[in-house]
């Protein structure tokens, strides 16, 4: 029964609550001090709390999180509190005083908006503690979704029904990947603002990510990849640039920015052969090492009309936008183009799939997988795994040779298989 007391973790756990209603159980501490309760939110959050009353005000704190406490931690830390309640200390308003007494020492502003503790949190804790590359896609994330909606909103005011909204337009657009990702952010955020005192409480906290996950192993058949390279040219919503890069992406299998942000001082060809190379500095990497990506005549070739037309100096793909000339072509830009192109086309899939798309034909066509992993520059998935990595760079050379060739042959109707492949991922996942 919902509403019978709580005895054990695992009965905390277990239990089953209507959907979409708070409710509140008591929870019986193994220390016999009362007042310790089991909150499930309506987002489906549980943390254990505890409730007092201290005059005619009814107070409650929160202890922790059920997935990060166990009840006898929260009954530690229950009792630690009963205590000084019982020697009329109101913890709650004692913690706020405190609170407002260290805010006003370390200078933070009263009214923090959301801009502003976003951008503390980015300089004091992410770009500190990631990776540049993670650290630039996550910053670039939390700009597009959090600050443009909430920019100048005081942090101390956005609730939780701020954030389900925010998670569940994210889910109706069709980003549930991206809600999922923004909530677990925003978690981030707020969690370091309540411990360096920036804000009182954290909003995200037990709001639940709502997406179910994409299968991103899916790769597509030849003619799949035919009927989407032809589209890629033949759809006047595609601009030029935008079409060039995916299909560079399809033949490289490198990540989005590694070729969305790729400069033109990185790449170098070979007028004679025809071919040529790019090298994708650490920083932009995500595996935070430098990388030698080959361009086997095809792919060079899309690189010099891609530089050829670019709006920039320094990209090889520039934006074609007139405010925009001298940037980069943006990479939201690039992923909602083709995600609409695949709706149209009716093939599943999003632009990751290039990646599992090339891993999976170049396994087809009997590369070895080591030397496709090096291609992809995969990082080991733990620190009990080992994976065979090429050395050589010519073994690479020569698979991006074939995988092109193969792609050729695709595009020109010579070559075809049928049916979409799904590539297991040796139970791990690679990005």
């Given amino acids: 029964m919902a509403n019978a007391p709580i005895e054990t973790h695992r009965d905390a756990v277990s239990r089953s609550y209507p959907a979409g209603k708070e409710s509140w159980t008591v929870v019986k501490s193994p220390l016999k001090h009362t007042g310790l309760y089991l909150r499930v939110a309506k987002t489906g959050g549980r943390a254990y709390y505890y409730r007092y009353t201290m005059g005619s005000k009814q107070r409650k704190v929160w202890l922790g999180n059920l997935e990060d406490m166990y009840l006898p931690e929260a009954a530690e830390e229950h009792a630690k509190l009963v205590k000084q309640v019982k020697a009329n200390v109101d913890v709650v308003a004692e913690r706020q005083i405190a609170a407002k007494e260290l805010r006003q020492q370390a ?10 503790l976003v951008e503390r949190w ?12 993670t650290a630039k896609t996550i910053e670039n994330r939390v700009y597009l979704h959090v600050v443009k909606r909430w920019c100048d909103i005081p942090a101390d005011e956005i609730t939780p029904q701020h954030v389900i909204q925010l998670r569940d337009d994210l889910i109706q657009a069709g980003r549930g990947a991206t809600s999922n990702a923004v909530v677990g952010v925003l978690k981030q955020i707020y969690s370091f603002g309540v411990e360096e005192l920036l804000v009182e409480s954290n909003p995200a906290r037990e709001v639940k990510r709502r997406a179910k996950a994409v299968h991103r192993e899916t790769a ?5 990849i035919r009927a989407i390279w032809l589209a890629l040219k033949a759809d006047s919503t595609v601009s030029r640039p935008v079409e060039l890069a995916i299909k560079l992406l399809i033949l490289t299998g490198c990540r989005r920015r590694e070729i969305v942000d790729l400069e033109q ?10 071919d040529g190379v790019a090298t994708l500095p650490a920083e932009r990497v995500k595996t935070g090492k430098q990388h030698y990506v080959y361009l086997p005549p095809l792919a060079a070739e899309i690189v010099k009309q891609a530089v050829e037309m670019s709006t920039s100096e320094q990209y090889v793909f520039g934006n074609p936008l007139k405010h925009r000339h001298g940037h980069p072509i943006a990479a939201d830009t690039v992923t909602k183009t083709f995600t609409a192109l695949l709706k149209k086309l009716g093939i599943p899939g999003v632009l990751h799939t290039t990646r599992h798309t090339c891993m999976t034909g170049c396994l087809k066509l009997g590369i070895e997988y080591s030397v ?7 990082a080991p998935a733990g620190s009990g795994a080992i994976y065979a990595k090429a050395k050589s760079y010519p073994r690479q050379q020569k698979a991006w040779t074939e995988w092109a060739e193969h792609i050729q042959a695709v595009v ?11 590539l297991q991922m040796f139970n791990r996942k690679t990005g």
């Fill in 265 to 274: 001082s990185e790449v170098t060809l070979d007028d004679k052969t025809g």
């Fill in 412 to 422: 020109d109707g010579i070559a075809t298989d049928t049916g979409a492949n799904v």
């Fill in 372 to 378: 496709v992993e090096s291609l992809l520059n995969h």
């Fill in 122 to 133: 980015l300089k004091d804790y992410l770009w500190k503690n990631t990776k540049p590359y």
């Fill in 107 to 116: 200078e933070v502003p009263e009214g923090m908006t959301v801009k502003q």
């Fill in 220 to 224: 597509w058949s030849d003619e799949q």
